[in-house]
């Protein structure tokens, strides 16, 4: 017979740990929280490679230093999560042509300059069509067609747009990021959080509240309740659902819901477009790039954008480690999961050897994650366009019936990241108490009329 709990959560991500934390101190403990891989965690991911740990996932606490202070900073710093500085202001002055030779400091700070003016204009146009509602009459910007101004329109727009717009995590928070640099993971500070609700043992979750390898394929819903069902054959029954998944699973096929959502829901979850972002691991027998903080991050221009231009040495954070990072997005991205890691490898070293000359060694490993591929999360993170329509992600964000959504995707202020999640589970989650207190006042008054 299916198992009957008050509230089920679907995803054990940062947004559905907190969620399910709120919860549980607010006295709803009969919960379950339903996650598809063997991990909690999602998107927030270590691996061990090249005998350090490395983030596959979300790697910087981003925004820290301002005026408030970023939630998950704080849970970093109570848990003494190891943590480095990313000073990525100079990278601009190490942008590489492909004969290796680097760019002057005058030519490459002009051309980020222009580019920041250009980007801002653009924007600026676009802010005032969408009032005068004349897009399609948009003055055409200078588009960028040199490798250095390709290479730097790349970092610019699918890297580090805070240069152009004003973005909450940095104008809240502030403008500094760390980068997450820790034996045990990013996921510690999951692990920190869980523990606090569910038991464990040896660092271990032994809660029977946490199901592990439950791929939730059916989601049926009515005015009474919910029914779920997993991959594998089992029934779940909910007063209330929580569905953590990300956009671009919700966009996907993996759930099918009954009856389908309503025309509005589905609009809104088709127009947010999803982000694939890759960090692509090389691991070299010994270094041959220049090191140093101010040298930590370095830039490829290519006739092609986006083609392996962003780069960085792990020696900051693990000294030593010989390991690179280059940074692949959206269709460059796509691209290197459909292809074997030993063709990327081997893209990755002309390209290297384009900067450094043929000398250097060849990488012994490469670790190539495909968020795009996993159809537990189908990119990387939301995107909503700069001049969006709010109500896009207050559709997003707003419950079908029994059904309540959280998740990165559904935090206006910080969508795609982590403090984005924590803080969306904990919102989601306050909304869904706030039900419950709504319908046990309902039912006492029917009980005192009866
Ligand atoms: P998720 O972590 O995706 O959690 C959802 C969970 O649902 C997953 O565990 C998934 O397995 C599970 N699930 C999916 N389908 C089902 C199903 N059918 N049944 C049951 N369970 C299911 N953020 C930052 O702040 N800083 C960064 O530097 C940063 N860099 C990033 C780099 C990369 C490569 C990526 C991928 C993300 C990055 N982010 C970064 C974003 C950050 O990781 C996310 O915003 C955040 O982790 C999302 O948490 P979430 O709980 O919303 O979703």
Known sequence: SPIR?????VGAGVSGISAAKVLAENGVDD??????SDRIGGRIRKDEFGGVSVELGAGWIAGVGGKESNPVWELARKSGLRTCFSDYSNARYNIYDRSGKIFPSGIAADSYKKAVDSAIQKLRNQEANLESDLLKFSEPSSTPKTPIELAID????????AEV???STYVDFGEREFLVADERGYEHLLYKMAETFLLTSEGEIMDSRLKLNKVVRELQHSRNGITLKTEDGCVYEANYV???VSIGVLQSQ???FRPPFPRWKMEAIEKCDVMVYTKIFLKFPYKFWPCGPEKEFFIYADERRGYYTFWQHMETAYPGSNILVVTLTNGESKRVEAQSDRETLKEAMEVLRNMFGSGIPDATDILVPRWWNNRFQRGSY??????????????IKAPVGRIFFTGEHTSERFNGYVHGGYLAGIDTSKALLEELREEERKN???????
């Open 5 to 9: 709990s008050s509230v089920i959560i």
């Open 31 to 36: 919960i379950l929280i339903l996650e598809a």
């Open 154 to 161: 790349f970092i610019l727009h699918d890297f580090e747009m």
């Open 165 to 167: 717009e004003p973005i």
């Open 242 to 244: 929580i569905l953590s």
């Open 254 to 256: 993996l759930i099918s």
């Open 382 to 395: 939301s995107n909503y366009p700069i001049y969006f329509n709010h109500q896009i992600i207050d559709n």
């Open 444 to 450: 006492d008054s029917q009980t005192f009329l009866l």
